[in-house]
């Protein structure tokens, strides 16, 4: 399962990326808003950070303006994956771009038909948002189940599912369970999922014992 993490904060993308379980990043609007910088000095700084796929969100609505969008953002580096939304213009720049040879993640999908279109139109990736459903009282972890059945219903069908709007460690291990190909992550989850009070309490238990050996490895 690939890993990427959800945020335009570049120093938490290098921090992460050291520990080497980073595969990729995936921004949007709101996220680039937030880091209150330059979209493309920001995309810029993470292609040059992680080679993996770097998810650089269009803002235009229309087909017209996603494709001229499509076209800046790709030349930014050749890891870039154009993000767009999950609509009637979404969809058919995707398949033009797709064709083209530009990678795509088709993204603000709810429901197991929409994903069934984005992989229609050739998506690399489309990205279900689980907690979003979740908030309003849906189960948005059924809709990763019925994406990866319908999915794996059509082998040819070759879009990954990339779990978005994930909120907490329970989200990616029942993600994991699916078989989702790849979950995005905020960085405070891709921390939580390394963290367990046992595994503190051992580690402390084994210092106290070493120290009193009064011995040195080195
Ligand atoms: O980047 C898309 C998605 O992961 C957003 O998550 O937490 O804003 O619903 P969230």
Redesign the pocket.
Known sequence: MKFFV?TADVSEIRSLAETGLLDGV???P??IAKANRPMRDIIAEICDITPGPVSAEVTALDYDGMMREGEVLRKIASNVVIKLPLTEAGLRACKHMVNDGVMVNV?LCFSAVQALLAAKAGATFV?P?I??LDDTGQDGMQLIADIMQIYKAYPHLKTEVLA????HPVHLLQCAKLGAHVA?L?PSVIRALVKHPLTDKGLEGFMADWKKTGQSIL
């Open positions: 959800d995936t921004t949007n709101s996220l993204t990205s948002f907690g979003r978005a709007s994930v909120r995005t905020p």
